[in-house]
DNA sequence: ATCGTGTGTTCCACAAGACGAAACATACGT
DNA sequence: ACGTATGTTTCGTCTTGTGGAACACACGAT
């Protein structure tokens, strides 16, 4: 379940009812009716602004005539990833914490109260770990939300064991800025079999390398590093 | 080049120009002087209207203060991707196509006066064809912007030699509903050198067995094939 | 240190634009 | 044939968004 920040009032109407449709819509498509239920706007008004989000590709009408995201947002979620400069500078980080935990590794920004997962590598193990890029996770569930929430242990990292879901255990580190301020989790996670129920020590420090990694391939220690 | 359906009336004022301001930021971070340049609006309303749209996570700050994509459209676009019938259902065509064929192969649909890439397998190859999901490339250059823009050859498909990019060559077929309207392009692409200049008869039946074979895995000829 | 310029942000009088109840058109189930 | 629900359009109303002006701040030139 995905949500835009919600119920958030931005200081410009339209584009909050905007926002509403386009989160109702993230779940799948929804007739005129669906889109009036689940946003609570009154008919005309959803009709008129999805209408319009049709226009500029943002929306599209299915086969049955039911809105759906539309094919610019394809455009959109893909240079906003490119354009992340933390996503493009972790993939090598991500690519060397993948092979070297042999589990699946991901990166998390927080984004209002959930995190969403910027970049993703599974590994090769028939069980694996799977978060497609862009899916939408809670904060306090799992180590790479509650490094997102400001936790981190004192060699660096957090680990958690069947917090956000059953059999599987992960460990997460936070990538900071110059400030210290944490821009970002990154993390390997899989089955406890694998990562047994004390993750922490075997994977750990690779993944509080991973973070430094990214920090640095990112720019984000000021000028210590060349970008 | 990316662009949403540019000047555009839609109806709704702040819809259009917040559309504006997202196809601004698709080329890449802006300052708030950079945008007003890009959009022509007045400073107040394109500050207003950005912030807004920071409010709800489509935009967001970059560490220099600029304006860029958000977070938002991460998950966005994984959503549009991930519910567009045809990206699901032409996963496993385009496998079979890029196996048997060789080479990269890719999915596209109209956007306006350009076409987006929703889906995208590349060959094993060290030379081939790369185009990103989300990609924007233009309709008339290329065998599968022809095809979008109804051309199509007697046995099916369309071919073409370095008319999108030097030493690039491909191969298309329509993706059609029932009613015979195309609704996207499947094709392979890559260097000339494997290719040869006269691709079509090599590539050309295998992509339009893998047209035929996602319009029915998407149900695009009615009842004819369960889904 | 001072000044001019350009940036980002806020204010607020105004009117343009968005709103949404009502009406209309269509489809569907009984 | 009728009642209900859907999608779409109309248009009087007034809320909301506009954008010039002003403010605050930063920077480069002198």
């Not at 209408?51 to 086969?63: N, V």
Request: charged share 20%.
């Amino acid at each position: 379940m995905f949500r835009l920040v919600e119920h958030t009032i931005s200081g410009v109407g339209v584009i909050d009812k905007a926002a509403a449709i386009l989160s109702a819509l993230a779940d799948g498509p929804l007739s005129l009716a669906g889109l009036v239920s689940t946003t609570d706007l009154p008919r005309p008004t959803a009709h008129r602004l999805a209408s319009a989000l049709e226009t500029h590709g943002l929306l599209r009408r299915d086969s049955d005539g039911r809105f759906a995201l539309g094919v610019a947002l394809v455009a959109l979620g893909h240079a906003a990833t490119s354009g992340w400069p933390l996503a493009e500078a972790a993939h090598d980080a991500l690519s060397r914490l993948r092979d070297r935990s042999g589990e699946s590794a991901q990166l998390y920004v927080r984004q209002g109260e959930q995190r969403v997962c910027l970049a993703s590598l599974e590994s090769e193990h028939g069980l694996r770990t799977i978060v497609d890029t862009g899916a939408v996770l809670p904060l306090g569930l799992g180590s790479g939300g509650r490094v997102l929430l400001g936790e981190v242990g004192p060699d660096g990292w957090v680990a958690s064991v069947e917090e956000r879901e059953p059999g599987v255990a992960s460990v997460s580190a936070p990538v900071c800025d110059s400030t210290g301020r944490v821009v970002a989790a990154v993390g390997v996670s899989g089955p406890i079999q694998r990562l047994t129920d004390n993750p922490g020590p075997v994977f750990g420090p690779e993944v509080v390398a991973a973070a430094r990694a990214i920090a640095g391939a990112a720019g984000l220690h000021g000028h210590q590093h060349a970008t």
